[in-house]
């Protein structure tokens, strides 16, 4: 795991080498271990890294890395899980040939290389198993190639300043390069109010890009066009695959073909030369990974969790009985809000971009606590998204029965009655009535659940009704003023799938959207902000083309999500310790905007400072405070959208 930044510049009168290193000293955290430069003086080509050693502490896998032919130049983010396998591939290979190979060390990067010169760029990344984005110079072709793993778990920017192209792990190494403007993307910035993200393949900044998951990108000559990357992994191909060539099995079969991906899945990302641990929450997707790390270990593994004193945010104590129950190492540390909300000056510069998942205060603390004693840590995230775990897959399916029956015009009539009358009128039209409603009736914030479902009345098909429910800001166009919002990749998945089932149509726009841009932006950032890997077994690429063979009922039973993998997870704990409501991995931000963060909230969101900055509706965003801090609505969500936009923009 490491940080890595370089670009191509025509003027090579500049030095190539002062710059990159400026670059690289901007994400020391990502690697804090080494660092390397190499320049090409002729071609006006700079590649930079920072090392977190991992596998290999040697000199030997010290970065950028040269090629034994000269050839090919990387400088390299990530793990490649298989690489002895690979490097037995290339050797015989070589072998048979007739050519001989010597490797001077023993870390995945040399493997890497070896690999490419043997089999060529595509077929080699093909072969690698693991999470990477890398940047490949080819000295020979004089082509630069960037490379991202296929489910999106390493981050990769790149882009024009001016007539130079510019590549970095994260933004921050963009931002120092010599004449960088950093103009606001106005229509990616209503992207983001409507997900609090930005979605791939757009960024904050204008002419600076994501490079989507599963891609190559090729630059053979500076000019003022980005050539299109292209693909060698596809989602929606493995998806449409899956769903046309179900796992014909019986369930016996099919658990135990996934026990076995998974588990080998949790032993290649095992292998490190420094201490591993793993994050547990004690929900079933962290309590499997933990589990089959121990069946494999001959130490109690270490886990750590972050504890709230607030009960409805609290999985400490659930994970405490789990940690015991498998005989872990267990760390827990109980964090008062006064310490969580300490993390918020952090996180402008942690996300480098506006990205406003609440989730992203606990997920720091974690991973801080974690590095105080390992340096590589697994998780369980995708567990959801590959097998149905998150709630409104069943709330969406849920309305889209009680609605989808009524002609739409006539749903539409009722939406238009119902936002007729302001959500104060509905509240004082319910609380008039309700000593006739029976107490598991009555509704807490009447007016506003029903405006909620006024929104939802409108929607013509079940995937518009998804979309709503996912979106924050619903017409983002109005709060950032004169943007456009983009036609971005999860309005053109709505089209997708025609035939496919609401569940899985929801699946798999989280696969491609809520997964690579919210859920993996957020462990990266934090996990690298304090220098630690995060490694996640569940998106081994071998898992997710399984999980989508395996038919929905083998996903979802019983109005319960992640069937298979509880049947797996009951060998090794007990069914009582797993079974109970879930819950999200947050922090009360509701109550915290009304308490101890109102000071700090109302001076991002003052009038003025609104007026003066001339992004935002200033009247949309204060009117949205105002009811919040009077408690007949909870805007925690769109507010903290925009707070996390006014932090970033007052550090950046």
Known sequence: MCG?????????KLDLLEIIKKMTTTIVHRGPDDEGSWVDWNYGIALGHRRLSIIDLSPAGHQPMVSASGRYVITYNGEIYNFHTIRRE?????????NGINLRGTSDTEVMLAAIEVFGLNDAVKRFVGMFAFALFDRKERKLYLVRDRLGEK???????????????????ICAYPGFKGNIDIDALALFFRHNYIPTPYSIYKGIYKLPPGTILCIDELNDHLPLPESYWSAHDVAEKGLTEQFSGNEEEALGYLESLVKTSVKDQMIADVPLGAFLSGGIDSSLIVSLMQTQSTNPVKTFTI???????????????????????????????EEAMKVICDLPTLYDEPFADSSQIPTFLVSKLARSRVTVSLSGDGGDELFGGYNRYFLTEDIWKKIGWLPAESREKVSRFVKHISPQKWDRLFNTFLTTVPSKYRVRLFGDKLYKLADLLSSKTYKEVNYRLISHWKEPEALVLGSSEPDAVLNKLNESFEQIDIKSFMMYLDLVTYLPDDILVKVDRAAMGVSLESRIPFLDHRVVEFAWKLPIS?????????????????????????????????????????????????????????KEEGYLNYKLVREKWNEHLSGRFNWQYYLWDVLMFEAWFQNR
């Not at 981050?155 to 190494?173: I, M, Q, W």
């Not at 009360?588 to 009304?594: E, K, Y």
């Open 4 to 12: 890595i930044a370089g670009f191509w510049n025509k003027d090579s």
């Open 90 to 98: 290339v050797e015989e290979y070589c072998h048979a040939k007739g």
């Open 554 to 610: 083998m996903k979802i039973r019983d109005g319960k999500g992640k069937w298979p993998l509880r049947q797996i997870l009951y060998k090794y704990v007990p069914k009582e310790l797993i079974e109970r409501p879930k819950m999200g991995f947050g922090v009360p931000i509701d109550d915290w905007l009304r308490g101890p963060l109102k000071e700090w909230a109302e001076e991002l969101l003052s009038e003025k400072r609104l």
């Open 307 to 337: 504890g709230f004193n607030e009960k409805r945010y609290n999985e400490a104590e659930d994970a405490k009985k789990i940690a015991v129950h498998l005989g872990t190492n267990h760390t827990e540390l109980y964090v008062s809000p």
């Open 155 to 173: 981050p990769l920017y790149y882009g024009y300043v001016n007539s130079d192209f510019v590549f970095s792990s994260e933004l921050k190494a």
